[in-house]
Nanobody, 117 residues
Framework: QVQFVESGGGLVQAGGSLRLSCAGS????????MGWYRQAPEKKRELVAY???????NYADSVKGRFTISRDNAENTVYLQMNSLKPEDTAVYYC???????????WGQGTQVTVSS
């Protein structure tokens, strides 16, 4: 079963930047579409960025122009570059591979991003 491990979170001031990494297991990483998700306290998990196996990209309106998703299939890794961070970006960030009725992997522990004002 494929698994993903997130890293790179931390505490940053508003306006700052962070780069999150998502490392996947297995040799079939390149076939998966990948998403970065986040969940703030008492809120539902939401998709913030998506990259298909072919490289097509979509972003949530709230992060467009500030976040950039990319992937390195040779390294089995997906990245999320986050710039101009805002306090409302504070959340636990997760990665996973979505499919039509769910996700291919169990949810990992995520990585905490905290943006201070």
């Amino acid at each position: 079963q494929v698994q993903f491990v997130e890293s790179g979170g931390g505490l940053v001031q508003a306006g700052g930047s962070l780069r999150l990494s998502c490392a996947g297991s297995g040799s079939t990483f390149s076939i998966y579409a990948m998403g970065w998700y986040r969940q703030a306290p008492e809120k539902k998990r939401e998709l913030v960025a998506y990259i298909s196996s072919g490289g097509s990209i979509n972003y949530a309106d709230s992060v467009k122009g500030r976040f950039t998703i990319s992937r390195d299939n040779a390294e089995n890794t997906v990245y999320l570059q986050m710039n101009s961070l805002k306090p409302e970006d504070t959340a636990v960030y997760y990665c996973n591979a979505p499919h039509s009725s769910g996700w291919f992997a169990p949810w990992g522990q995520g990585t905490q991003v905290t943006v201070s004002s």
